[in-house]
């Protein structure tokens, strides 16, 4: 399994971590994390934003009717570097670094409790493959990895783990 995510702590909180490296420009993935249409293809969540600090956001599940709509809040807004906002007590903090090649992205999910870690690992893994097909000019069909053994994976490696899984 490429790009795995890695347990660490931001700020003192615990949080899963991720580095991709594009091919791509700064300002292309910049628009695959702040455009809806773009957030569409990899994002588990349809997405609105008022893209400023303080602005809402918004996430909903049209392909599950059961899944209540939520709010966040945007926490930072630096185009085309930085990104953060709030998600269900979960903070997200996306950067953006050009590089001579194009650019890195670092994503990390600060997590609200420390079970969620293997959880949320597995399920960004899948999300940003398919954002890694996208910023490489292909539209994602889906992660072509179950879930399952990505999950067992994070958990074999000692990531912390315990929290309930949807849909479970």
Not at 128 to 156: C, K, N, R
């Amino acid at each position: 399994m490429h790009n795995r995510g890695t347990y660490t702590e931001f700020d003192g909180r615990p949080a899963v971590k991720f580095e991709r490296d594009y091919s791509c420009s700064a300002e292309r993935v910049w628009t695959a994390i702040t455009d809806p249409n773009e957030l569409a293809h990899w994002f588990p969540a349809t997405v609105e934003s008022e893209l400023r600090p303080g602005g809402t956001i918004s996430f909903s599940f049209p392909d599950e009717p059961d899944a209540a709509p939520t709010t966040g809040r945007v926490l930072l807004v630096d185009p085309p570097r930085r990104l953060a906002y709030t998600w269900e007590g979960d903070e997200l903090h996306f950067e953006i670094t050009p590089t001579p090649e194009g650019c890195t992205l670092t994503f990390v999910n600060v997590l609200a409790e420390r079970d969620t870690a293997a959880r949320n690992a597995a399920g960004w893994t899948l999300c940003l493959e398919m954002l890694d097909e996208l910023s490489a000019g292909t539209t994602p069909v889906g992660a072509e990895t179950p879930w399952q053994p990505v999950y067992e994976a994070y958990v074999a490696d000692g990531m912390p783990h315990g929290a309930a899984v949807p849909g479970q």
